[in-house]
């Protein structure tokens, strides 16, 4: 029989679902979508010359489906540019471009460069020139909500028919850079559409596309329709018309569409206000009443704890202020620490890092988890670690490993990780009976993973942290040997600020530093995309570049991989264990990506953007590598000043800076 005071939950859960669900659909169905930059508090000649620019823009979208310009004389010159759908009229595309300018001013305040995405055009602007510069970071996927029964078969009918409009807009010079066109799939028709903004070069847009099509059948190939929105380029399927002669606009007579959507809009509206006063009742009601019994709760903790210099202070009184935020503060008891790894048991210790060691836990409800004892007490107060610890918890990606909470208990501090069963790369990529369990396949997922979680890291995470000791036992796998990365964030973790970093001692990898970092204590996320470089080139030769040693014939795996190249002999360094798997001419192109990232000269490496196009595309022409950097050291000296291009520090570990 269920308890009476049970119902009353029962029903608020459930008429919170249906009110998220209705939300949720409210708030993905329409445009706009932006991408904005942090917020600069621009000088009011860049303000005056971007209201100068959209005006421009504004004037010439009753002409042109697609133009550029900037505005202004350096360092305020404002660059900008629209693109509308080519199917469109002009005088669709000129009120589109108008709206857009409006909401790019109110979704991206005082921001240098922002992008906004409406449902038939799409409008940006910069204080950098980006005309004719390719540009696939930040894209966004949107699905059609109603999934397909055979997805598999589905995707592949998709796939070749987005290819071929691909060909079609790039190369085909008449095309203007936009394609369209129907196939078949089982009794339905299939509707795709392809449009480059027309400053790209032919390559360039056929990169863009292919990216594109790459990112959006691996994400939602499920469902029966979706977009992708990009800086650079656009793309759409459905299995309905929505262009050209095709087009059912909303206010069509010819199914009332237009009317039926506006009428269910007005519908979830209404219920969806009535919910939220209902749900507003009931929370401000049992608030109140568990305020009132919480309130002698705590005046008896507090009386308990009596003097503040108790240990236990830190402990009950993180556990006072955040117990009605459990959910969004993942903090664990250390006698519940205790318990999951059998009091720190020599058994269940997993490894030694470089901030301490690895335990191995199960909790309480059975779940199994890693948990770092971190030997070098942070220099910053509890609230501090605290704060940068939630920060670092909201970075999410498939190839990070997740950090789930943490514990403070004095001076002891623990971080709670999700558990990895397969190890780290090391463990599998060093040894030569287990190197075989990584065939080709795997090991081109575990390359791929890791340039994505790095790419995260760089540019697509709500902060920008480089992670300065990128090498093979950082990366953890998981039951299908999917590589993620760990230990980003320490630096932040352990040193709080930039400015207080000063006092971290923490030195760097032998073979995985990169020279102007070992020499000089200058890292930059180029530092990141070398120490990426060498973990490639042992990945695919099974060999590691610390403590190399060839027959005297070079002084590193970089040096001896680089002469090989040049000899055109690189297939000697393959992993004997590869023969059978290995595709050789995909192992020359991927040693040839990973001689280009370990570049001497910083500037000549490329971005993790461009390696993962690299990766992820045949089509792009590689340059010539030039000298890699054969040295290697380490060095503890530091005077840090910032995360970008130039800084100086002897940390090994993460640096963060805000996005």
């Known amino acids: 029989m269920i308890h009476s005071h049970i119902v009353p939950k029962l029903i608020r859960l459930h008429i919170l679902y249906v009110f998220l669900a209705l939300l949720l659909n409210l708030a993905y169905a329409d445009p706009p979508y932006r991408n904005c930059s942090n917020t600069d508090n621009y000088a009011v000649s860049f303000r005056n010359n971007l209201n100068n620019l959209l005006l421009s823009l504004s004037s010439n979208a009753s002409i042109t489906k697609f133009y550029n310009t900037s505005i202004g004389n350096d360092p305020d010159r404002v660059y900008g540019l629209y693109m509308c759908l080519d199917f469109f009229t002009n005088e669709t595309c000129r009120d589109c471009i108008k709206t857009a300018s409006q909401d790019i001013l109110k979704l991206c305040p005082s921001t240098m460069e922002a992008v906004v995405w409406e449902e038939n055009c799409q409008l940006r602007y910069s204080n950098k020139s980006f005309f004719g510069k390719l540009d696939v970071t930040g894209n966004i996927p949107l699905d059609n909500k109603q999934n397909i029964s055979q997805p598999e078969e589905f995707r592949s009918v998709v796939k070749v028919k987005l290819n071929n409009l691909t060909q079609q807009a790039a190369f085909n010079v008449s095309a203007n850079m936009y394609a369209t066109g129907e196939t078949a799939f089982k009794d339905k028709t299939i509707y795709a559409l392809v449009q480059c903004t027309r400053d790209l070069s032919a390559n360039d847009c056929n990169l863009c596309l292919q990216s594109a099509t790459t990112d959006i059948l691996s994400i939602y190939y499920y469902s029966i329709g979706a977009r992708l929105l990009s800086r650079s380029c656009y793309l759409r399927y459905e299995l309905y018309p929505f262009y050209g002669d095709t087009f059912n606009s909303p206010g069509s007579p010819q199914k009332g569409g237009g009317q039926m959507k506006i009428w269910m809009i007005i519908v979830l509206v209404v219920v969806s206000a009535c919910l939220v006063i209902v749900l507003l009742g009931s929370y401000v009601y049992c608030y109140m009443k568990k305020k009132g019994k919480n309130g002698n709760l705590e005046q008896g903790r507090v009386q308990y704890i009596g003097d503040p210099t108790n240990l236990d202070f830190h402990h009950q009184h993180f556990q006072g202020r955040y117990k009605s935020k459990s959910q969004e503060f993942p903090y664990f008891d250390l006698a519940s620490i205790q318990v999951a790894t059998n009091n720190f048991c020599d058994s269940n210790k997993l490894g030694q890092g470089g901030f301490g060691p690895v335990y191995k836990g199960i909790l309480s409800d059975g779940k199994e988890v890693a948990i770092k004892r971190l030997s070098c007490y942070s220099e910053q107060g509890s609230e501090e670690f605290t704060n940068e610890v939630l920060l670092i918890m909201k970075l999410q990606h498939k190839n990070l490993v997740r950090l789930l909470g943490f ?84 630096a932040r973790i352990f040193a709080g600020n930039e400015g207080e970093a000063n006092t971290a001692t923490i030195v760097g990898t032998y073979g995985y530093m990169a020279p102007e970092y070992a020499m000089e204590g200058v890292y930059s996320i180029k530092s990141d995309v070398f120490s990426f470089g060498v973990l490639l080139l042992e990945i695919i030769t099974g060999k590691k570049n610390a403590g190399f040693h060839q027959s005297k014939r070079a002084p590193s795996l970089l040096a001896y991989a680089w002469q090989l190249w040049n000899e055109g002999k690189a297939l000697e360094l393959l992993d004997p264990s590869l023969i059978e798997s290995c595709n050789e001419d995909e192992y020359l192109r991927y040693m040839h990506i990973g001689l280009l990232c370990v570049q001497e000269d910083a500037c000549e490496r490329p971005t993790m953007s461009a390696v993962v196009v690299m990766l992820k595309s045949e089509t792009v022409t590689l340059s010539t590598p030039e000298r890699p950097a054969f040295a290697m050291g380490r060095f503890t000296d530091h005077c840090e000043t910032g995360p970008d291009c130039v800084s100086v520090n002897g940390l090994s570990i993460s640096n963060i800076g805000p996005r």
């Open 407 to 490: 514990c403070i208990y004095g001076e002891e501090k623990l971080l709670v990780y999700e558990f990895m069963p397969n190890n780290s790369l090391d463990v599998f990529l060093f040894d030569p009976r287990k190197r075989a369990e990584l065939n080709w396949t795997k090991r081109l997922n575990i390359i791929t993973g890791i340039a994505r979680g790095v790419l995260y890291l760089h540019e697509d995470s709500r902060l920008r942290i480089i992670h300065r000791d990128l090498k093979a036992s950082n990366v953890l796998l998981d039951y299908d040997m999917n590589p993620k990365i760990s230990d980003f964030g320490m």
